[in-house]
């Protein structure tokens, strides 16, 4: 039985990730990751006729590589747990009508991946399905104008703004490795459940210090529930806090009596680099997705790393919202990922 | 071991509703359902600023509610799950940053309640949670400026349009029953996962015929994974296909040699009276579930049905994607719930 007076979910049979893959677009490919991507995609609309079924393209790639890089048809997923950015996630939904499989929609804003990742993760490990894919996707333009401003504007940011990333990542879990193919050495052991906290940020271009407060809170609650120290880890890693919101959970660990040091990794931080020009980073569901899958799970594979904590961190307000004068709260769920041989 | 070719998962240990609440608006109460919501909110807007400010305090009540009448503080409540119709889930999300429990997003339109349950209960079943809250709500005013016109247009409505309810609830899911309090008869068997089926409907003003086939294809897949007729079921429920949408379902069942007769019952068809001249009836993701917390579960605990299989039906495109010209595609989760004494 787990921890029940917790918010950390143990996984007692430890799922396997069996696949992932990663598409990614051109800014992120001149970006210091460019060459971990499995595809970019050299034309925003992917041949569409707008950048919404370009971003849908670009979920259905990574969803179908997920699957035929390790041979297996798509009714082999068990079922999708997906969400995007967009206004009722119309990227997972439409890509999930192309699929045919069953489908659990979720909004986590860019908290979404490590959602998907938990919530796939009971239903195989409880035996509820042999396997789940996992996916979470955003695209700079489409969230560029719904979220901001129409890219025509040519709008200037300001210090604290990231550029969301236009990437799209999938994870498919199972109970036991494949044969031959795909990863054999990465198990899922545990999840902690994000709780909503706000510290009073209501400045959309800084989105990182209103998810700070949240990846501060995940990260003492996954440790105090499974007594363990930072040290424990070689990677604690958030979504997309970028440079500005690293500082700020730095900080706020600190005062917490948690010293994250030269472990805390952020993809938002890593993604692009200084010369590009993105102010503090990347921001979006498909920043952390693409990183996981492209580059922390291959790691884990290989061995580089044997302990992972994984956070994708999301900004739970809507443009609507922050009219009306609220403020930004935030969220992040984590799970924990080991190397095994 | 659940079958895991079929898109059903069974819950051997069976978890519990324990509690459920709900809370509804004036037209809710002159329909003829009328009695059986837990409060009524005189005023659309709760005494708030904004319709969206209102629908979450309603939210509140109901997440609220369903915890005090079974004298649980809301810590207990394990996690929420939920979801509604506003772009980003802000009534959810919002709701949850005032509870500080841990928080799952959903967005599956309309059929967030049943994607909610179904969800909780195998974190439920599976062990990793004690018990969880559910929930999903929806709101007139808030629904129609965000999907439709602005209420101040006076916009007339064709003979298909459904009327968005007014309406939140919520469902206290556990691993035993509580001392000396709350429901202690009512069990969750089984759930089917829903896949995206879109029969290329593009008028948003006809919402049931797009989700009819979705409900179709999920009863189809729930009673024959586990190898079932319809007459094992008192109630075959569905969350919000109105009159003209239920039609089509038993015509769709028909085809597919699914009998449903009078066993079949439609939140949408039964929330208002034709006397209320809501063309349809109901919809959102609010008309299943206070119809569910405030009716079928109260049914199911006294022991006046004995099993009932309860779908929430969503459409899941956006107002942006009915613009671009897509069809909408239709989804419907199902749970199985039995009387057990």
């Given at each position: 039985?787990n921890?029940?007076?917790?918010?950390?979910?143990?996984?007692?049979?430890?799922?396997?990730?069996?696949?992932?893959?990663?598409?990614?677009?051109?800014?992120?490919?001149?970006?210091?990751?460019?060459?971990?991507?499995?595809?970019?995609?050299?034309?925003?609309?992917?041949?569409?006729?707008?950048?919404?079924?370009?971003?849908?393209?670009m979920?259905?790639?990574?969803?179908?590589?997920?699957?035929?890089?390790?041979?297996?048809?798509?009714?082999?997923?068990?079922?999708?747990?997906?969400?995007?950015?967009?206004?009722?996630?119309?990227?997972?939904?439409?890509a999930?009508?192309?699929?045919?499989?069953?489908?659990?929609?979720?909004?986590?804003?860019?908290?979404?991946?490590?959602?998907?990742?938990?919530?796939g993760?009971?239903?195989v490990?409880?035996?509820?399905?042999?396997?789940?894919?996992?996916?979470?996707?955003?695209?700079?333009?489409?969230?560029?104008?719904?979220?901001?401003f129409?890219?025509e504007?040519?709008?200037?940011?300001?210090?604290?703004?990231?550029r969301?990333?236009?990437?799209?990542?999938?994870?498919?879990?199972?109970?036991?490795?494949?044969?031959?193919?795909?990863?054999?050495?990465?198990?899922?052991?545990?999840?902690?459940?994000?709780r909503?906290?706000d510290?009073?940020?209501?400045?959309?271009?800084?989105?990182?210090?209103?998810?700070?407060?949240?990846?501060?809170?995940?990260?003492?609650?996954?440790?105090?529930?499974?007594?363990?120290?930072?040290?424990a880890f070689?990677?604690?890693?958030?979504?997309?806090?970028?440079?500005?919101?690293?500082?700020m959970?730095?900080?706020?660990?600190?005062?917490?009596?948690?010293?994250?040091?030269?472990?805390?990794?952020?993809?938002?931080?890593?993604?692009?680099?200084?010369?590009?020009?993105?102010?503090?980073g990347?921001?979006?569901?498909?920043?952390?997705?693409?990183?996981?899958?492209?580059?922390?799970?291959?790691?884990?594979?290989?061995?580089?790393?044997?302990?992972?904590?994984?956070?994708?961190?999301?900004?739970?307000?809507?443009?609507?919202?922050?009219?009306?004068?609220?403020?930004?709260?935030?969220?992040?769920?984590?799970?924990?990922?080991?190397?095994?041989?």
């Amino acid at each position: 039985m787990n921890q029940i007076g917790s918010a950390t979910l143990l996984f007692p049979r430890r799922p396997f990730v069996l696949s992932a893959a990663s598409v990614a677009g051109k800014a992120e490919e001149a970006g210091p990751f460019g060459h971990v991507f499995d595809e970019i995609v050299e034309d925003d609309r992917l041949g569409e006729k707008t950048f919404e079924q370009g971003e849908r393209k670009m979920l259905l790639k990574a969803l179908t590589r997920t699957m035929t890089q390790v041979s297996l048809p798509m009714e082999e997923a068990g079922c999708l747990l997906a969400g995007d950015l967009l206004n009722q996630i119309v990227t997972a939904s439409y890509a999930a009508r192309e699929l045919a499989i069953p489908y659990l929609g979720l909004y986590g804003a860019c908290s979404t991946m490590t959602e998907a990742l938990l919530l796939g993760a009971a239903l195989v490990d409880g035996g509820y399905r042999r396997r789940a894919l996992c996916a979470a996707s955003s695209h700079f333009a489409t969230a560029e104008r719904q979220y901001r401003f129409p890219l025509e504007m040519g709008t200037t940011a300001p210090p604290s703004a990231q550029r969301t990333v236009t990437g799209a990542g999938a994870v498919l879990l199972g109970q036991a490795p494949l044969l031959h193919t795909g990863f054999h050495h990465i198990r899922l052991e545990a999840a902690t459940l994000g709780r909503v906290r706000d510290l009073g940020i209501t400045d959309a271009n800084n989105m990182g210090a209103a998810m700070a407060p949240a990846a501060c809170d995940t990260i003492g609650r996954h440790l105090g529930d499974r007594g363990m120290e930072v040290g424990a880890f070689d990677w604690i890693i958030t979504g997309d806090l970028g440079t500005f919101g690293s500082r700020m959970l730095r900080e706020l660990c600190q005062e917490a009596g948690i010293e994250l040091g030269s472990r805390h990794l952020d993809c938002g931080a890593m993604i692009f680099s200084p010369e590009q020009k993105y102010h503090c980073g990347g921001s979006g569901c498909g920043c952390s997705a693409v990183l996981l899958a492209g580059y922390v799970l291959p790691a884990l594979e290989r061995g580089e790393v044997q302990r992972v904590l994984f956070l994708s961190t999301g900004a739970l307000m809507s443009p609507l919202s922050a009219c009306q004068g609220e403020s930004i709260p935030g969220i992040a769920h984590a799970i924990s990922l080991i190397h095994q041989d």
